[in-house]
């Protein structure tokens, strides 16, 4: 199935032919990024518990150390309800997955949200 390029949607099963897709293939959030949900799981610095702090919902750091890495966003294998950047997996950070990539950034967050 070739992988089809439509609308706002995040790469799924269903358009991502069940692999991995360029970035940039569809429209950014507002601030600028593209492919926040859905395509690949993200690596997150946080280290995973399975609940946060109701204080910290705004910026949950998890805990200072740990064996399992937050993950966030979904990937080509999951259904359209569950690519969110609110979605939020772990993975041990010293292993690989086809669907788990990483992001550069560059700038602060004030640039973003600008």
């Known amino acids: 199935m070739k992988p089809r390029s439509t609308g706002a949607q995040?790469?799924?099963p269903d358009n991502s032919g069940s692999h991995g897709q360029?970035?940039?293939q569809k429209s950014p959030i507002p601030w600028g990024l593209?492919?926040?949900?859905?395509n690949a799981w993200e690596w997150c610095?946080?280290?995973?518990a399975s609940s946060y702090n109701p204080a910290d919902?705004?910026?949950p750091k998890g805990p200072s150390a740990g064996e399992r890495r937050?993950?966030?966003?979904?990937s080509f294998y999951h259904v359209p309800r569950d690519l969110r950047s609110a979605d939020r997996s772990w993975f041990?950070?010293?292993a690989s997955d086809e669907n788990i990539w990483f992001r550069c950034m560059r700038g602060s967050v004030r640039q973003l949200v600008r």
């Open 10 to 12: 995040p790469w799924f």
């Open 22 to 24: 360029r970035v940039r």
């Open 34 to 38: 593209y492919d926040m949900a859905g």
């Open 45 to 48: 610095w946080d280290w995973y």
């Open 57 to 59: 919902l705004d910026e």
């Open 70 to 74: 937050v993950l966030r966003g979904g």
């Open 92 to 94: 041990n950070p010293e």
